[in-house]
Structures are given as structure tokens and as C-alpha cells.
């Protein structure tokens, strides 16, 4: 054969088209990590170029988040906290919940939420910016762009392709079900976590090719700060161990690999067992508090359809929505556990592909989206399902996208080159997600915009209508408030919502006989079920509270016993307290308040100070300075009732 000929067979055979999947992932054993080969077999093109590009279609597509205003909760945990406006005030972040160092209100004092960097970001924020809130969302913008270039280095390492990368991190920087974490400044804890856990796999990854120490020690402290980010980086030890058994030394068999991934994941263990020793120091519990919202049977059938509505916001990127109302699953025959059942099962079927790769995305979007899964029992059906529990495991989801999209490519009988063929569709995908994203950063603008969308995607939902009420009613908008609450009870007349807001806009005109009478006609409505009891037990205490203003303490104290006996809470103590407190009545005084504190954090400080005061008035001095003392090391140091305690503690 000529030497020419021999040539270009060798040419021939090394333009090869491109596989969906590398070589390596389809071969016996895995690669290397951190062995790179390129999308066709050539010369890799230049880090800094290819990276950049999901580094900028971030930017591009959320910058327009910069004009959005505070939303939702940020007027509690920006506008309204005291305890973010001082850097002295940092070590409190370490020792209270989220909601609690947000704001002294008692109803927000026992969340489940342990996120002391989240607090510290918002500390910092607030040195930088103070309530500007453009530099807030640059904040939020800057971090989910990091996360963007993390998750680019990590998909290089894993697979080591930099146009698979790129196409996967572009996918997730666009990708519209992330405005909720991106554009809504109280969302950032998804990818605050996401800033450390990504790095954190990506040095565990080099622990098992070079078996450093310091390799290990670094994944470590990030897993923690992951933690101190979020709770739900939980679920990283379960990756380490699915990834272990479907993912690495595929030669091993199955319980060399199992023992494989129970020795690394529990290497995990001694971070997590620091960061729960602080949980419970902060929150007086390890996960969940005692207040759970439904029976545990509805809440596991109710898995897979949460799973179903995840996916298909994945899919199908229309009606985001802050509210995903979502009633849980019954029982075993009903459609909506089946059909999902059915998705279900078929996700697992799908970990026996052949491809490594789409194992491995499959375990993540699983994993990740484990905990707020486990934790259906804890949330309202409006928020059941949410679009921010997406952040990190919509990469997995992009990943196997990416890979799905290499194999239609390929045996779509494409003319155009592989490469080109898929770059051209994925640029199409990112343009069409990217609009969509756009768009939904505006829904974030402020609180109004939010439930207005509310609406717009479920007019027929009594809880959009009464949310969009409740904050037309805090903007001063009495009427549209009022007009919205209506709407509300004629979808559901038991919508206690509803009833709470027109009551409310009632107390703000000074109209105490109309806010007490829309209240007592809810009451006389709504039967009090598992499903009604919160809002039977708020309407129950709020009438308790009018009566008070109005001098009526038969009626007053009628209805916080009510209260207390639908829903004993904190809140219910509390103010029942504060009433018997108001009316001299000492002793029934400290009851309540003890048996508040009892069910709080031991870092609320506002009890301490009404214990202090009951103290000193049934004359037991040593205990009222103890409480007054706790009040002053738990109180910010610019507060105004701190330095009027103190003042008092000198003269007592």
C-alpha cells in the first residue's frame, strides 16, 4: 500500500465522531480524575476561554436582578434585624437560628434553620451596603457565578471534557429555576452551600488519586462550611457512597464497593457531629422540632409526586411560581401516587445505563434533593415544593441534559459534525432558558410582584389570593388588600387567611369591633382539623389580643386559653403571658413565660427580660438580675432596650 494511503487511514482513524460519553466512562474501569482528554480527541482549547463563557452567560443573565427591591422575607431578615447592623453582634450568628437573629419577633424564634454563615453574609452585607438593595443581589449575582465556575472545574475533573463542562455549567447558569435562589436575596443559602460543596467533592476527588492527607483535610473543613451554610449539605456523605458504589471501581464487586463508600462517607462524620453539637447549643434540637405539621404515612406516599413536580420543573421552564400547592398524597391507590411512583422507579431503573457519567448525574440530583423530600412533614402545602431545593440539584440534571444531548446528536443521523451539531443546540437551549430566567429575575422585584405571579400562575388558589392580600395589606393598600381576601374566602369560605387579613386591615383603620367580629365569624366557620388548626389557633390568639387593646380581659383570657389548648406554641405563651403580666397577675405570669421558655431557644432574649420582670415584681431579686443579665449578653449591642436593662440592673 502507498505510504500516502497509510496516512490518511491513520487521519481516518483518528476522526473518530464522538461518543455520548468518553471512552473511559463507557470502558470496564474509570478514568483517572483529573486525567483530561477533550470533546473530539483533540488538542484541549485554551482554560480561560472556554471557562469563561458560563461565567458570563451568568452575569448577562441575572444583572437585570441588581433593579429588584427586598422580597418576602427580606424585610425580616434585612429591614427589620437588629442584630445585622452591628460586626460585633457576629458571634451571636453562631449561637441562633436564622429567623431568630433576624428579628426579636417570638414568632419567628423556633425555626428549624441553623445557618450561622448565612448570617454572617448578611452581617457583612449590611457593613457594605446597609439596606441599598442593589448590593445585595450584586452579592447574591457574584455568588452564584462563582458556583457557576466551580461547577465548570468540577465537570472538567470528573469528565475531562471542557465542552461537556462548559455545556453543563452554561446550562445551570441560565437555567430560569434558580431566579428564586439568585434573585430573591433571603434565597442565597442554596447556593452559599453550593460555594463549598462543589470544591469539597472536587478535593475528595484528588483524595482518591493522590491520597493526601491535607486533600482530605481541606474537603473536610468545606463540608463544614457547607454546613454552616445550610443544613441540607447533610446529604453529601450520601453522594460519597452512591458514588463509591455506581460510579468508581467498577472491577470491585458490590459489597467491595459498599464497604469502600461506608469507610469514606463516614470520614464525613466527625464535621457533621461539630456542626450538630452547635445545632442543638443553638436550637435545643438536632433536626426537627416537635411541630410537625402532618402524619408521617401521607407525607412518605407524598415523595414521589414532590419528586414528579420537581422534574418537571426542570423540564418544562413555565409557570415558576414562589407557592407550589401541593396537598399530600392519601392513599396507596390514588393516581397521584402511582403515576409518580411509576417516574420513580423508572429513575432508578435508569442508574443501570451503561454510561458512568449519567449514573453519577442521577445520584446527584437525588441526593441533593433528599432532604427537603424527608422534610414534607414539616411544610405547608404551598410550600411543599420549592424552586430554591433545586439549586445544586439541578446540576446533576444538567449533566445528564448534556449527555442526553451527545447521544441524540450522535445516532440522529446529524451531517454536520458532532461538536457542531451539539454546541449549536445547547446554544439554543441556553438562549431559551436564558429569556425565561430574565424574565423571572423581575418576578423578584419586591413582595407585590412576587404574589402577583402567585396568582397569575394559580388564579384559582384561595392561598395566592389571601398571600397577595397580606402583603397589599402591609404596603398600606387597604383596598386591594381587602378585595383579594374576598376573592380568597369565595374559593375557600374557610380560608382562616383570608379572615386574618381582613381582620387586620380592619386593626390598622382603628376599626376594633369589625376586626374582632371578622374573626369571630371565621371562627364560627372553620372546623378546627389537623389542616386548620395553625390559622384556628392565630385567629383564636389575635382576637385574644383586640380584646386586650379593648379592655375586655374576660374575653382576652377566653381566647388565650382557647388558643393555647388548639395549638400550645411558644407564640400562644407568650402573649398570654404578656397579658397576665400587664394585668398583675404575677404568678399565672411566670407560668406562661416558663413554659415558653421551655419550648425556645435558649438564645431568644426577649423572654428573659419579661421573666426579669415578673421577678422583681413578686420580689425575688436574685432571679430577676439572673434574667436580666441573660437578656443583656443575648441583646445586640446597639439596642436601646439593652443599655436601659443595664441601667436598670445598677439601680436594682
Not at 117 to 129: C, G, H, I, K, P
Not at 339 to 353: E, H, K, N, Q, S
Not at 384 to 391: K, M
Request: positive net charge; hydrophobic residues 50%.
Amino acid at each position: 500500500m502507498p505510504r500516502k494511503n497509510r496516512s490518511r487511514r491513520k487521519a481516518a482513524t483518528h476522526a473518530k465522531p464522538f461518543r455520548a460519553g468518553t471512552a473511559a466512562d463507557r470502558s470496564a474501569k474509570p478514568p483517572r480524575i483529573g486525567h483530561e482528554k477533550s470533546f473530539d480527541g483533540s488538542a484541549r482549547p485554551g482554560f480561560k476561554t472556554i471557562a469563561l463563557i458560563p461565567v458570563v452567560l451568568s452575569l448577562l443573565v441575572n444583572i437585570n436582578t441588581l433593579w429588584n427591591r427586598f422580597a418576602v422575607d427580606d424585610q425580616q431578615q434585612v429591614l427589620n434585624s437588629v442584630f445585622i447592623r452591628d460586626l460585633r453582634n457576629l458571634p451571636l450568628a453562631f449561637t441562633s437560628s436564622v429567623w431568630s437573629f433576624g428579628s426579636t419577633d417570638i414568632v419567628f424564634a423556633t425555626d428549624p434553620y441553623f445557618r450561622p454563615l448565612f448570617n454572617v453574609l448578611f452581617t457583612l452585607d449590611y457593613a457594605l451596603f446597609g439596606t441599598r438593595a442593589w448590593g445585595w443581589h450584586l452579592s447574591s449575582v457574584v455568588i452564584h457565578t462563582a458556583v457557576v465556575l466551580m461547577s465548570f472545574v468540577l465537570l472538567k475533573q470528573i469528565s475531562g471534557r471542557e465542552w461537556l463542562a462548559a455545556v453543563v455549567a452554561s446550562l445551570f447558569a441560565v437555567h430560569p429555576v434558580h431566579a428564586e435562589s439568585v434573585a430573591w436575596i433571603s434565597g442565597v443559602p442554596d447556593s452559599l452551600m453550593a460555594l463549598f460543596l462543589l470544591p469539597a467533592f472536587a478535593f475528595y476527588l484528588r483524595y482518591r488519586n493522590e491520597k493526601s492527607k491535607y486533600l482530605m483535610g481541606t474537603a473536610l473543613s468545606l463540608f463544614f462550611l457547607a454546613l454552616l451554610s445550610k443544613e441540607t449539605a447533610l446529604a453529601f456523605p450520601l453522594l460519597i457512597f452512591f458514588s463509591e458504589l455506581v460510579y468508581f471501581e467498577e472491577g470491585k464487586s458490590i459489597s467491595q464497593r459498599m464497604l469502600r463508600g461506608v469507610a469514606r462517607a463516614s470520614m464525613f462524620v466527625l464535621p457533621a457531629a461539630i456542626y450538630f453539637g452547635m445545632r442543638y447549643r443553638a436550637l435545643g434540637h438536632v433536626l426537627f422540632s416537635g411541630d410537625l405539621r402532618h402524619p408521617f404515612a401521607p407525607a412518605i406516599m407524598s415523595v414521589p409526586l414532590a419528586l414528579a413536580k420537581y422534574l418537571v420543573l426542570m423540564v418544562v421552564p413555565i409557570e415558576y411560581s414562589y407557592q407550589h400547592y401541593t396537598d399530600l398524597v392519601q392513599t396507596l391507590a390514588s393516581v397521584r401516587f402511582l403515576g409518580p411512583l411509576g417516574l420513580l422507579l423508572g429513575i432508578v431503573a435508569a442508574l443501570f445505563t451503561k454510561s458512568r457519567l449519567l449514573r453519577l448525574a442521577i445520584i446527584w440530583f437525588i441526593v441533593f434533593l433528599a432532604p427537603p423530600l424527608a422534610g414534607l412533614r414539616q411544610f405547608d402545602p404551598e410550600y411543599a415544593v420549592q424552586e430554591r431545593y433545586l439549586y445544586l440539584p439541578s446540576l446533576g440534571f444538567c449533566l445528564a441534559l448534556a449527555i442526553v444531548l451527545e447521544w441524540l446528536v450522535m445516532s440522529g443521523g446529524i451531517r454536520w459534525s458532532g461538536r457542531k451539531a451539539a454546541t449549536v443546540m445547547a446554544g439554543i437551549l441556553v438562549l431559551i432558558l436564558g429569556s425565561v430566567d430574565v424574565f423571572q429575575n423581575r418576578v423578584w422585584h419586591d413582595s407585590i410582584t412576587v404574589f402577583r405571579n402567585c396568582v397569575a400562575v394559580a388564579p384559582n388558589s384561595p392561598v395566592a389570593h389571601s398571600s397577595l392580600a397580606r402583603v397589599y395589606a402591609d404596603a398600606g393598600r387597604a383596598r386591594e388588600a381587602s378585595q383579594e381576601a374576598r376573592i380568597a374566602l369565595d374559593l375557600d369560605p374557610a380560608s382562616s387567611p383570608a379572615y386574618l387579613v381582613l381582620s387586620y386591615v380592619a386593626f390598622r383603620s382603628h376599626k376594633m369591633d369589625e376586626a374582632a367580629s371578622v374573626l369571630q365569624k371565621g371562627l364560627a366557620t372553620i372546623p378546627v382539623h389537623s389542616a386548620t388548626r395553625a390559622g384556628v389557633a392565630t385567629m383564636q390568639l389575635n382576637l385574644g389580643m383586640i380584646y386586650q387593646q379593648q379592655k375586655d380581659t374576660v374575653r382576652a383570657e377566653e381566647q388565650f386559653r382557647q388558643t393555647i389548648q388548639t395549638l400550645p406554641r411558644p407564640v400562644a405563651w407568650y402573649y398570654a403571658g404578656q397579658f397576665y403580666l400587664e394585668q398583675g397577675r404575677y404568678q399565672e405570669a411566670g407560668t406562661m413565660f416558663e413554659e415558653a421558655l421551655s419550648h425556645l431557644p435558649g438564645t431568644y432574649a426577649p423572654v428573659y427580660l419579661k421573666l426579669g420582670q415578673v421577678y422583681e415584681n413578686l420580689g425575688q431579686g436574685a432571679r430577676a438580675r439572673a434574667c436580666y443579665l441573660k437578656f443583656v449578653e443575648l441583646t445586640p449591642r446597639d439596642s436601646p432596650d439593652r443599655e436601659r436593662v443595664k441601667q436598670h440592673l445598677m439601680n436594682l
